[in-house]
């Protein structure tokens, strides 16, 4: 896959970094979520070092993750059952018995 250099921005910090052709917003989108997650954890009186802070936050983003991950797993699992669901419904309405006599 073809790559190009994207300059982003995190926490005043500017770094080059490749990406795919086609993923630069992604990537830039991306970027903007870390960065407003580490200042947000730098802010926090509980963390007192930027390492600390590179690592809550890589923590809470593994941990959204993860449970964004569980979501989709639960919403695929509902959505399988709803189908099985319309299938049976429509073939119980197309089976012959049915159908009215005429």
């Given at each position: 896959?073809?790559?190009?250099?994207?300059?982003?921005?995190?926490?005043?910090?500017?770094?080059?970094?490749?990406?795919?052709?086609?993923?630069?917003?992604?990537?830039?989108i991306?970027?903007?979520?870390?960065?407003?997650?580490?200042?947000?954890?730098?802010?926090?009186?509980?963390?007192?070092?930027?390492?600390?802070?590179?690592?809550?936050?890589?923590?809470?983003?593994?941990?959204?993750?993860?449970?964004?991950?569980?979501?989709?797993?639960?919403?695929?699992?509902?959505?399988?059952?709803?189908?099985?669901?319309?299938?049976?419904?429509?073939?119980?309405?197309?089976?012959?018995?049915n159908?009215?006599?005429?």
């Amino acid at each position: 896959m073809t790559q190009r250099t994207v300059e982003i921005n995190v926490i005043d910090r500017k770094l080059k970094v490749a990406c795919p052709i086609g993923q630069e917003s992604a990537l830039l989108i991306a970027a903007a979520e870390l960065s407003k997650r580490l200042t947000t954890a730098n802010k926090s009186k509980s963390i007192a070092t930027p390492e600390q802070a590179l690592l809550m936050t890589a923590l809470n983003l593994a941990n959204d993750l993860l449970a964004a991950k569980q979501q989709l797993k639960t919403e695929q699992k509902e959505n399988k059952q709803k189908i099985t669901l319309l299938q049976s419904t429509i073939e119980q309405a197309l089976s012959p018995s049915n159908k009215k006599q005429a």
